[in-house]
């Protein structure tokens, strides 16, 4: 399996060194020296990792054969692309790869579907499930432990104790419409019956 784990950015310098916007939560693993990578464009590639070190907080890699500003900016917003073998699982129990997530249902405990994972928002702050619902709609889960509260790979589902308001009204529109009209109150005014 092929993923995205960067995208080249400006050229650092005048010795073919480039920054990288990182999209693994293991760059010492997917972008250590002696790494190759696959390109897209594919023409880019394949690129071997030389050197990488942290500048002011930023990444940066230099590749074999790239030794100028000139080289190293022709790279600029080339993706980096490892093969991952589906099954290798990270070292931490509670912790998952975005693929091993995408397309797994969303349950409450009791069994409610809530709908069905399309995206990984990964914030400064936290991770967002993004969720597609039976719908069309969206809704977005922080991937936090106290909310998501268990992930079941073999089922291909992930079961969520959402806070109220997290989640919109899970009832369906028929029983909406009961409890407006059994409330005795006119949707327009406001006002009783």
Do not use: C, W
């Not at 760059?27 to 590639?45: F, N």
């Not at 969720?131 to 079941?152: L, Q, S, Y």
């Amino acid at each position: 399996m092929q993923l995205v784990v960067g995208r080249v950015g400006r050229a650092h310098g005048i010795k073919g060194e480039v920054t990288v916007e990182v999209r693994t939560d293991e760059p010492e693993l997917r972008l250590a020296p002696g790494a190759v990578l696959a390109t897209d464009p594919a023409s880019a590639g394949p690129l071997t990792i030389e050197t990488g070190r942290v500048h002011s907080g930023r990444l940066l890699l230099r590749f074999e054969g790239v030794r100028d500003r000139n080289a190293a900016e022709a790279l600029r917003n080339t993706l980096l692309i490892a093969d991952v073998d589906p099954d290798e699982r990270p070292d931490e129990s509670d912790e998952y790869y975005d693929h091993q997530l995408i397309d797994l249902d969303v349950v409450l405990a009791d069994g409610t579907q809530i709908g069905r994972i399309t995206e990984i928002s990964h914030l400064p702050s936290q991770d967002l499930l993004i969720v597609e619902r039976p719908d069309g709609g969206e809704v977005m889960i922080p991937f936090v432990e106290e909310i998501v509260t268990d992930i079941d790979l073999e089922e291909q589902r992930a079961v969520v104790d959402p806070p109220p308001g997290l989640i919109d009204d899970l009832a369906a529109p028929d029983e909406v419409a009961d409890e407006h009209s059994a409330s005795g109150r006119d949707e327009e005014s406001g006002a009783g019956a």
